[in-house]
């Protein structure tokens, strides 16, 4: 191990010196800054001093050092080598020397990098495969996510050369900071224990991906699903069908309008091709001068386990996955897992695109350890020969075994999440990621007040200047509030909310919060006694729809009038808008024939009218109709009006069927009226309701209380007052039990010398000195409860008395204390008499029963048998 150290300082030295720069001459450097100097005047200095301070230097996040990180606490594992890792370092040695001499072109392999301690740890051992103990964290893209905001990305000290320390994945966690290796190892260590067949990569990679550049990509959140166009199917032409008529436009003149839309559309395609181009070129980022050689570390998760079809990329730092021929990767060196080492021994020049991850084909990958359990070559690259020497064979795998090296075990302890460190995500529970025109902010649980989980930002703009929507995504919230989308150039606000809310709502659409404005509200229709699904309001209408009600109502359209202005200033609640019209549509009631099921009701409350409308028989075109006018039931007389044929216009489909008599009319007429005041009534109590949901909305959003599950007993004070108070009882219970658990005759026995038999005699006296002890107790408290019963009535009769002297100079004030002190003396008096009267009821009872258990007491028992 120690020639394995001085060989890697040796390394490091050799390096420093070649990156050293020569210092320029003194002479030199005073010439160039006097010919400087002379060429600078003030107007030049003041647009340099302007264009630096335009310019942000990036703050380097502090990275992880053997300074900064505690050591004296780490296991025996993290500062020594067993021999059997000895061992293996050794044969990584012996094997980094014969890669450099077989392939002199290419640079050193990362095989033993140094640990927390300083100590050389091989690359295998550094991954600890671990299942964590979490429902979440058992797919691939719920551990990278967790990596990813977990942990804060430091970038290498040197991005062309591969890092000298290489951390355990519980130092990372510890510190919630790391490189992309320490990152690749942590994930690589969660998803070998969920069961993937994952390895940690050594390559080549983008700058974008190597510095977590994520300003030219697509936020995810912002990418909509596409949509399944279905296709129609055309209905067969009918064999007798009517031909159509006879098309007399001129074709020509069809031929040259065809003509001018498609130079239209030819047209249109080129601007905007142009002008997509113009934004793909601004967008394009600067040539990158160390394109292909900035060192890069991801995780290789291959086809076959856990029915993962195809092999992918898992970047650890943005959780993202990226075909095996994507072009942010470059190359690759080598990769690894927890039970060997393989070196990529196939040419890069295409990138990542055409190299086969068969780690079993010697030719393309070089192993490191020579084990049994090394993947075997895919099926098109077998070879269908079979030997013919079984022998031989056999003597082969027994020699392989003989040589073959197993991995020792991990240094690393096992990778712990405690439940906060789950919950909290975030490095200090926040985390900011900014994506092409987007950016995306993460909270931890109940770290904002208002229950702000997520918050994502689209701008219209590169620069991130003019803001086009916000999407605010809560957790645990008392209102059920879900996601809040803002669109700022309309100004439309969207309210989601989860199924809960006090008045069933799902979806609030808005612009203002004030009432009589365009809103669209939807809810629940199951947790709703009316069926209520959707409700738009408009300054003129309210419009409401239904499903599955037993009256077949479906659709309420309540239109207003202009308000009437009154003296007073008056509120919406006392000074409703005026109904106008009231149009009711229902649907099919089987039950009924179609010329007596109304499909529609509007009721004209000014024009005082009422129209039906029923619904279409099978096989009609037309329905039945039927309009009445409403009158009052008196004339201004005060005589009865009676029903006219004139008050009721129909329209009947099948009219030689049914005919209708007046008697008919009057009753529907009559029904009629009282459903227009019951509509009525809906209409007032559905502005009622809104003006209500419009008043919680604003209570919610000012108070926004959170929920807390009672199994958080950190947060739900409720649940923690509960268990204290259990735990308190518990205790009072356990001191009861020690209290009963005493010696009453350990005083007593005390008085006896230590050693000896106790005899007849000292036993008598022991029950007698015990008896006369409890009696003189029993005296001592009645005379205690006696005295304060003196004490009471003898300052009561004092207040009694002052109050008799000074009963006229008293002001109101005083009478109210005298009397409350007087209420209060007597209700403690009266409860002292009741105690000294208990007390003296009990005595003589507890006396007896003390004296019983001394008679069968085991201790005294033989000795006090001819006294009981």
Known sequence: MEVLIEKVEEEEEAEQEEGAERPVKPEKMTKLLQKETTTLTQETLRNMEQKMLEIKVPVPKEPLTKDTIDTSKLPLSYKINTPKEEQLLQV?????????????????????????????????????????????????????????????????????????????????????????????????????????????????????LCLMDLTREVCPLTMKAKKVVRKVEKAPPKKYAIKPPRDLTSRFEQEQ?????????????KRLREEEERLLEAEKAAPDSLHGLRVHSWVLVLSGKREVPESFFIDPFTAHSYSTQDDHFLGIESLWNHKNYWVNMQDCWNGCKDLVFDLGDPVRWEYLLLGTDKPHLMAGDEDNGVSEDDDDVENLGKEDEEK???????????????????????????????????????????????????????????????????????????????????????????????????????????KSMLPENDRAMEFYESARVDSLIRREETPDTMTEYF??????????????????????????????????????RFRRNPAKPADEDVA???????????????????????????????????????????????????????????????????????????????SRHQAWESELEVLEILKLREEEEETHVLTISIYDTKRNEKSREYREALERVMHEEHLRQMETQLDYLAPFLAQLPPGEKMTRWQAVRLKDECLSDFKQRLIDKA???????????????????????????LTPEDKDLYLSYCSQAMFRIRILEQRLSRHKELAPLKYLALEEKLYKEPRLAEFLKSFA
């Open 404 to 510: 073959s090296f197993d991995m020792p075990h991990s240094w690393v302890e096992p990778i712990e999440i405690s439940p906060e460190a789950f919950e909290t995500r975030c490095p200090s529970g926040k985390k900011v990621i900014q994506y092409k025109r987007a950016k995306l902010e993460k909270w931890a649980p109940y770290l904002n007040s208002n229950g702000l989980m997520c918050r994502l930002t689209t701008y219209e703009d590169l620069e991130c200047t003019r803001i086009v929507e916000i999407k605010e995504w809560y957790e645990n919230r008392e209102d059920m509030l879900e996601l809040k989308h803002m669109n700022k150039i309309t100004g439309l606000n969207i309210d989601y909310f989860k199924p809960g809310h006090p008045q069933a709502l799902r979806v609030h659409t808005y």
């Open 600 to 678: 529609e009701r509007v009721f004209l409350i000014m024009d005082e009218r009422i129209q039906l409308r029923y619904h279409c028989r099978e096989d009609y075109i037309t329905a039945s109709k039927r309009e009445f006018l409403r009158r009052t039931e008196v004339d201004s007389k005060g005589n009865k009006i009676i029903m006219t044929p004139d008050m009721c216009i129909s329209f009947e489909v099948e009219p030689m069927e049914h005919t209708k008599k007046l008697l008919y009319q009057y009753e529907t007429m009559m029904q009629l009226k009282s459903e227009e005041k019951l």
């Open 783 to 809: 005379n205690l409860i006696q005295a304060r019963f003196e004490k009471e009535s003898q300052e009561l009769q004092k207040k009694q008395q002052w109050y008799q002297e000074n009963q006229v100079t």
């Open 92 to 208: 990584a040695d012996n094997f980094s020397r014969q890669y450099s001499h077989l392939c002199p072109d290419r640079v050193p392999l990362l095989l033993y990098p140094l640990n927390e301690c300083h100590v050389p740890k091989f690359v295998s051992t550094t991954i600890r495969p671990t299942l964590m103990p979490y429902s979440d964290l058992y797919n691939w893209d719920s551990c990278a996510q967790f990596v990813s905001d977990f942990l804060t990305m430091v970038p290498l000290p040197d991005p062309l050369k591969l890092p000298r320390y290489l951390y355990s994945s519980t130092t990372v966690l510890r510190y919630q900071k790391g490189n992309c290796f320490d990152f690749s190892t942590l994930l690589c260590s969660m998803l070998i224990g969920s069961g993937y067949d994952a390895y940690c990569v050594n390559g080549y990679a983008s700058q974008d």
């Open 257 to 269: 309008e065809l003509k001018r839309q498609r130079e239209m559309k030819a047209a249109e395609e």
């Open 547 to 584: 499903q599955e009600r037993p009256d077949f109502l479906s659709y309420r359209q309540v239109n207003y009038g202009p308000r009437i202005k009154k003296p007073a200033p008056s509120s919406t609640e006392s000074n409703p808008r005026p109904v106008v019209k009231i149009t009711e």
